[in-house]
């Protein structure tokens, strides 16, 4: 065989060999009839280390074809490590085209968020799952968990959320934040943060999840109800956010705080990267946004 | 054609892109029930296997997925040697037994709740159906509510087994467990998986 040619042409199309997709295929299939159900898969190695998304990664590989056009972020970025190499790895093993943009791409993987450009019917959303058992810190045995599932025996999470009232005043859950689904089974969404659940509530996107480390595939079907678990007296909410993003002036978005300097100087910028420059480049302006506009690095610390 | 060359002939012509085609039609079908999912002809399976049934045959079993064939398809050794052939999978001997059932003739099948349901822990090992129909609109228009679809949707395929509507009830209501089904049309596809809710529509 010839070895010396650049592209990975001995790896099959999309790295995985085809007895594995179908695998992950079936298990794709099963965790979209059974919506929010974790469906055990039989992960394989693959050329990244746990918790860099090898569910995601494994599951985007058994969809994708060669028409499709691939996101990915990584806490909402297009540019940091994970999204970069993961993109590249996709770009190498299946030459598929890749974007930035939210609303062109057919299927978005993402670690940790959801973009805050609404979603249309034919996109796929690939999220990376680190624990995909929500009970998991609440019982560590995988039986327990399992007959709890079975039996819909959800009053542990709930004796959870009333603890953190009890200590806090309120669910002090942020991310990870549990959800019901088609009213039956508690579900991870992932660690996005809580104000992305009530994006997943009837998203006419199809959203699948997948978990390397723990081989678990699950799935929420479009158009199907994702409740927020809480009380009658301590509804679910949001965060929110007291001032607008720094760059781009948008409002009701997410934002990360980004530290300019060692001396307290922070800013509130959007996560999603792609949202916040298609606002810049449609002529917000945020307080801090740079006169001349667009190039990302530019925040350089103040002396 | 002998039987040998029967088996042989009539696999995807691209086994990795056509499979691909195949399961991402199969999976926004599932992912929206009583959608019409287009299929172009990409396997030649003997008769009575139709062609869309062969290529969800071929896209989804391999020897992890025992295979359960209804009498028709039974009573053809060419089907059996395709299958064996191009997928590898191995002949269940109960429909209980099944990951996936072909049927060839929905109007005599057996009962829904005769194939494998799965478990409470995992209702996943459960059979998967794939009907053989004649097309998606000449039959009897069932109303479809659920997850994957908006608000309602329709579907009406022909020949479908007796009592199928309140056997789909009866499905519906041992969620997590039970079947679902994938209805495989001349040239196109479609799927009732296990939470869609299925009524008659009153003419």
Redesign the interface.
């Known amino acids: 065989m010839n070895a010396q040619s650049n592209d990975i042409a001995t790896y099959?199309?999309a790295y995985l060999d085809?007895?594995t997709?179908?695998?992950i295929?079936?298990?794709?299939?099963?965790?979209?009839?059974?919506?929010g159900?974790q469906?055990?898969f039989a992960s394989r190695e693959m050329p990244m280390p746990y918790g860099w998304g090898t569910g995601g990664v494994q599951v985007t590989a058994?969809?994708?074809?060669?028409d499709d056009v691939l996101k990915v972020i990584d806490q909402g970025a297009d540019d940091t490590t994970n999204a970069v190499s993961i993109r590249a790895f996709f770009k190498k093993v299946a030459k598929v085209a890749v974007t930035t943009e939210t609303a062109k791409a057919s299927i978005i993987q993402t670690r940790h968020r959801i973009p805050e450009h609404p979603l249309n019917?034919g996109q796929v959303l690939v999220f990376q799952v680190p624990i995909p058992e929500p009970l998991r810190f609440l019982e560590p045995r995988e039986t327990e968990t399992?007959?709890m599932?079975?039996?819909e025996e959800y009053g542990l999470m709930h004796v959870k959320l009333y603890e953190d009232i009890a200590k806090h005043g309120r669910i002090a859950t942020t991310y990870a934040y549990p959800v019901k689904v088609?009213g039956?089974?508690v579900t991870d969404p992932s660690p996005t943060p809580k104000f992305d659940n009530p994006k997943m509530h009837r998203s006419?996107a199809?959203q699948l999840f997948g978990a390397g480390r723990e081989k678990r595939i699950y799935?929420v079907?479009?158009?199907?109800?994702v409740v927020s678990l809480d009380f009658e007296d301590h509804p679910f909410e949001v965060q929110t956010f007291d001032q607008p993003c720094a760059l781009c002036g948008a409002e009701n978005v997410y934002l990360d705080e980004v530290i300019l300097d060692d001396h307290g100087g922070h800013m509130f910028v959007c996560s999603d990267t792609d949202h916040c420059e298609k606002r810049r480049a449609d002529g917000h302006h945020g307080h801090l946004a740079p006169e001349t506009h667009l190039a990302s690095e530019e925040t350089e610390p103040a002396e | 054609m002998d039987i040998a060359t029967q088996s042989i002939d009539g696999g995807f012509a691209e086994?990795?892109?056509n499979?691909?085609?195949v399961?991402?039609a199969?999976?926004?079908a599932?992912?929206?029930p009583g959608t019409v999912q287009n299929l172009p002809q990409l396997a030649r399976p003997p008769a009575p296997l139709s062609a869309t049934a062969g290529a969800v045959a071929l896209?989804?079993?391999?020897n992890?997925?025992p295979v359960w064939l209804d009498p028709p398809l039974q009573a053809e050794a060419s089907v059996k040697a395709w299958l064996g052939f191009h997928t590898g999978a191995p002949l269940a001997n109960t429909p209980a037994d099944a990951?996936f059932a072909l049927i060839a003739n929905p109007k005599e099948m057996a009962a829904l709740d005769g194939f494998a349901q799965g478990?409470?822990?995992?209702?996943?090992r459960?059979t998967?159906l794939i009907l053989l129909v004649d097309d998606l609109a000449s039959g009897p228009s069932l109303l479809l509510e659920g997850?994957?679809?908006?608000r309602t949707s329709m579907i009406a395929p022909p020949g479908m087994p007796r009592h199928f509507v309140e056997q789909c009830k009866q499905n519906n209501q041992r969620?997590?467990r039970g079947v679902?089904i994938i209805l495989a049309a001349p040239g196109s596809l479609s799927c009732l998986?296990?939470?869609t809710r299925i009524k008659l529509m009153e003419a």
């Open positions: 099959n199309f085809e007895q997709k179908r695998m295929r079936r298990a794709i299939l099963k965790g979209i009839a059974i919506p159900y469906v055990p058994s969809i994708i074809g060669p019917a399992r007959k599932h079975a039996l088609e039956r089974y006419p199809l799935a079907p479009p158009f199907t109800d | 086994p990795v892109f499979a691909q085609t399961f991402r199969i999976m926004d599932m992912a929206r896209s989804l079993c391999d992890d997925t990951h478990t409470q822990e995992y209702p996943d459960s998967t997850p994957g679809i908006e969620f997590p679902d998986p296990r939470t």
